[in-house]
């Protein structure tokens, strides 16, 4: 939750205006303070704070991420200050399980600045769909909006996005189950963690709430894609992993 009593908060990296701080679970005691900024869509971890973070931390930046929808999304500007040094961030990239995922880190160390798509890429709520799978939504559907920066993918020519290069990506059942099964204990898991089926259950529900009658939704075995807009000429589909967050968070009010 957001802690009343903190100091002065640090300005977004991005954005400049402040940020709000948060303290979360620390892995083995006492709390982790971190700072998001919803208009940019992006969270500031000091140094060592992204994976200090207890598996009720990431549950709780998942929560705060879906409650937050209709915020704005700033580009990403060409030079981002770190709010401790002021030192130029430098865009850096790692890899996990899920695939590669890219922040900007302070050289002096003193943290990094995390977009909210990539933080869910790291943590394996989200994963880059397979050629199959591209190929099978190519077929349906023209353009998806980037989950990073919100651009249009054309993806009969694209897998990435033109401006910031993410890839396509999505939200599914099975990766939603394997992240919460990773990011949580067994009791947690019996009261937070969404089954599959309920997870496509939501997605559907989703769909039918912001498409139009004659929008055909993509279902497939595992891969549920909720809302992705009309495959005609100019039809702009919606963020995939947006729709899938958004989905999810509702699991998560009704079990919490």
């Known amino acids: 939750m957001p802690n009343a009593n903190a100091p002065p908060t640090i300005p977004c990296p991005n954005c400049q205006q402040p940020m709000q701080t948060q303290d979360l679970e620390r892995i083995d005691h006492g709390d982790v303070q971190v700072e998001l900024c919803f208009g940019c869509a992006g969270i500031w971890f000091d140094h060592l704070a992204s ?22 999304r700033q580009p990403a500007a060409s030079h981002l200050k770190c709010p401790r040094c002021s030192d130029e961030l430098s865009l850096s990239f790692d890899l996990c ?5 890219s ?3 302070c050289l002096r160390g003193d943290g990094r600045f995390t977009p909210f798509f990539q933080f869910l890429r790291e943590k394996q709520f989200v994963r880059t769909p397979t050629p199959a799978e591209l190929e099978r939504i ?4 023209r353009q998806v909006t980037c989950s990073q920066c919100g651009a249009p993918i054309d993806l009969e ?3 990435q996005c ?8 999505l939200l599914d059942p099975e990766a939603v189950e394997k992240a919460m099964r990773m990011w949580s204990d067994a009791e947690n898991r019996r009261h937070l963690a ?8 939501a997605l559907l529900r989703v769909q039918h709430a912001q498409q139009p009658a004659s929008t055909e939704g993509l279902v497939g075995s595992h891969i549920m894609m909720a809302g992705i807009g009309t495959s005609g000429a100019g039809g702009l589909g919606q963020d995939l992993v947006s729709l899938g967050v ?6 998560f009010q009704k079990t919490v």
């Not at 190519?138 to 559907?141: G, I, K, P």
């Open 103 to 105: 922040y900007y880190r």
């Open 157 to 159: 020519h694209e897998s």
């Open 246 to 251: 958004y989905a999810i968070g509702r699991l």
């Open 138 to 141: 190519r077929s349906q559907v």
């Open 162 to 169: 033109h401006y910031c290069h993410a890839p396509v990506s």
């Open 194 to 201: 969404p089954t599959p089926k309920a997870v496509q259950d």
């Open 97 to 101: 399980k899920s695939g590669r995922f």
């Open 51 to 72: 994976v200090q973070l207890a598996p009720a931390a990431v549950i709780e930046l998942f929560k705060e991420i879906h409650s937050h929808p209709d915020a704005g």
